[in-house]
């Protein structure tokens, strides 16, 4: 197998874990017809690679020019949000998860995106420019005009979060099909795309790495290949990346909104806790009761009371 894998052209990764699995099961019936014990374990299950995490591609410069224009063309809460999205680099989860106060001010004319907790336990402050703090206020208006009850949220929920990210979504689909482009564009790809022009920009790797961990930053760096259309890197250097603070005491709502608001506050400090410790037991510890934070809440907010 190591042959294989050297050789040129070499076995693909897709290839190798299946005659990986099916030599496994080979040993296994051996170990029991022949009693060959010292096969059972010969492949182990480290020994089998993983398929490479493909994610999307950044929009090409047509695709993101046509989308901006046509959301602002329609000037609703999807437009808006889906602009907010591709101006802030933050998850189509993170966008439905924001608060009304997610504006933030940071200095003398300066402002920043509070996004929250999402896909990887981490909390950030984006660095905005004017036109993504009028795409914040003019969202606050629309939230206004929702006959949906006020729950501390920039976006009224249909129901549940997932609720509003598949609305989201379909918007998207319609916005898509309604210009001729491919219909599998995803949301996520704006995020990519404003990776793109950071690097782009010239922001540096110590900047950009918070924003983008892990896959999605190596991904934008072999996307980055046109130049930007409105991130201004300078406005990135200058803040670096922002550390959100703690929340001040705050009162939670009466009945099930008050528990959900109590336990949302409790990750929050939790989370703000772990970060303090270095990586080791204590910290491993503390993301593990995170998860299980995240799991009573997804609960809790299934619940219905009288």
Known sequence: MTRLRSQAPALTTASCINLLIALRGIFDELTWTEQLSELAHLIRREDIPRLPHRLPRPLTAEQDELLQQEFRRRNDVGGHAFLLIRHTGM?????????????????????????????????????????????????????????????????????????????????????????????????????????????????????????????????????????????????????????????????PRAGLDGLIDSLLGAQHVLEMFRRTLPNGTSRRRLNRLSNRLTKIITEARKLTTP
């Open 91 to 251: 998850r189509i989860g993170e966008c439905a998860d924001l608060s009304f106060d997610c504006l933030r001010s940071t200095g003398p004319n300066q402002w920043a995106v509070h996004v929250p907790l999402g896909k990887l336990k981490t909390e950030r402050m984006v660095p905005v420019d004017s036109f993504v703090c009028e795409l914040v206020r003019r969202l606050l208006f629309f939230r206004s005009l929702d006959p949906l009850p006020a729950d501390g949220r920039l976006l009224a929920r249909p129901s549940t979060k997932e609720a509003l990210v598949r609305q989201l979504r379909d918007y998207l689909h319609q916005v898509c099909h309604a210009l001729g482009l491919s219909i599998r564009i995803v949301p996520h790809q704006c995020r990519h795309s404003y990776a793109t022009e950071m690097l782009r920009a010239g922001v540096g790797d110590e900047i950009t790495r918070p924003h983008f961990p892990r896959d999605d930053h190596a991904l934008s760096r072999r996307g980055a290949d046109r130049p930007p259309a409105r991130i201004r890197g300078s406005s990135f250097q200058s803040s670096s990346h922002l550390v959100p603070q703690p929340k001040t005491p705050f009162t």
